[in-house]
C-alpha cells in the first residue's frame, strides 16, 4: 500500500533531524569502538545500505580514515520467502573480508527482528565478524525475536495499526520518517 492511499498521522524525523541523528549515531559508533579501525559498515538493502553509506562517510570525515562498505541483500534468508511469490531480488555486494572485523550492520526501521535475523544468517555465511553491532534509524517496538539494536536514532512507540516508514532522498526523492494509519 503507498502512503498516497494511507492517511498521514505524523512526521517523527525531518531530513535535517535524520543527518542530525546520523551524525551522533557516528559518534557513539567511534566511542563505542575505541575509533574506526576495525569497523565495516554494512546496510541491508534498500535504505539500510542508503544509511550505512551515510554513516560511513561521517565517520570517515570524524576519523579522516576509509572504511569499507557493503549492501547486504537478504532476500533469500526471509523467513516468508517460502510464501512470497515474487520476491524482489537486489544484489549483496561485500568486497572485503569480514573476518574478525566489527561489522556495524545498518537497516532503517528495527520491528519484529526477523529483517536483522535473515541479515545475520547472511551475514555468517559471508564469514566470521568479531562483533556485529545493530545501527537503526529507528526502533518502533513490537519485537518478536530478542533482537535489539546497538545504537538507535530515535524510538518510536507505535502501534501495530500504523505503518512507520523511512524515505530518503537517494532512493525516493525526498528524506523523512513518518507514521501512517494502516
Excluded at 13 to 34: F, G, K, V
Excluded at 76 to 90: L, V
Excluded at 110 to 115: C, I, P, V
Excluded at 158 to 171: A, G, I, P, R, Y
Amino acid at each position: 500500500m503507498s502512503e498516497k492511499s494511507q492517511k498521514l498521522k505524523s512526521v517523527v524525523l525531518s531530513e535535517e533531524e535524520i543527518d542530525r541523528t546520523l551524525t551522533r549515531i557516528a559518534h557513539q559508533i567511534l566511542e563505542a569502538n575505541d575509533g574506526a579501525d576495525n569497523i565495516v559498515f554494512v546496510g541491508v538493502v534498500t535504505r539500510g545500505d542508503s544509511l550505512a553509506r551515510r554513516l560511513r562517510h561521517k565517520v570517515m570525515e570524524i576519523e579522516g580514515a576509509d572504511i569499507p562498505y557493503g549492501k547486504l541483500d537478504i532476500s533469500f534468508y526471509r523467513d516468508d520467502f517460502a510464501t512470497n511469490f515474487s520476491p524482489e531480488i537486489k544484489m549483496t555486494d561485500i568486497r572485503f573480508n569480514i573476518d574478525g572485523k566489527d561489522v556495524i550492520l545498518v537497516d532503517d526501521i528495527l520491528y519484529t527482528g526477523r529483517t536483522v535475523r535473515s541479515a545475520l544468517n547472511a551475514l555468517m555465511d559471508i564469514g566470521r565478524p568479531k562483533t556485529v553491532q545493530l545501527a537503526v534509524l529507528v526502533d518502533r517496538g513490537h519485537r518478536e525475536l530478542p533482537i535489539r539494536a546497538d545504537f538507535v536514532g530515535k524510538n518510536v512507540p507505535s502501534s501495530s495499526q500504523e505503518d512507520v516508514k523511512l524515505f530518503l532522498e537517494e532512493v525516493d526523492g525526498r528524506s523523512a520518517v513518518e507514521i501512517y494509519e494502516k
